[in-house]
């Protein structure tokens, strides 16, 4: 098992930034992915980006050249930095370890608007 914490969400005007942290509770070498997937209001949950045990990082393409995962293996946490953000990027955010089964954060609200 593994517990998530998502924090950092928060109201940013458009182009602005935002950092998002997830803390799991053991150690990122352990856990076979860490996936920062969204939930827009009315809509499915879909992967953003994503960091593998070996620290290769993955993004959907709305997500490349904006948003940065990475992780800190000291503190077992990965970060996802969004820069530019668009209204569309309005969502609950959670983070999501993939092992034998997934699991998921609480999850973090992120409002893009001015």
């Known amino acids: 098992q593994v517990q998530l914490v998502e924090s950092g969400g928060g109201l940013v005007q458009p182009g602005g930034s935002l950092t998002l942290s997830c803390r799991a509770s053991?150690?990122?070498?352990?856990?076979?992915?860490l996936n920062w997937d969204r939930q827009a209001p009315g809509k499915q949950r879909e992967l953003v980006a994503g960091?593998?045990?070996?620290?290769?990082?993955i993004y959907v393409d709305d997500a490349k050249g904006r948003f940065t995962i990475s992780r800190d293996t000291a503190k077992n946490t990965v970060a996802l930095q969004m820069n530019s953000l668009k209204p569309e990027d309005t969502a609950v955010y959670y983070c999501?370890?993939?092992?034998?089964?997934?699991?998921w954060g609480q999850g973090t609200q992120v409002t893009v608007s001015s």
């Open positions: 999501n370890a993939l092992m034998l089964r997934s699991y």
């Open positions: 960091i593998s045990k070996g620290g290769i990082p």
């Open positions: 053991r150690s990122l070498f352990s856990i076979n992915a």
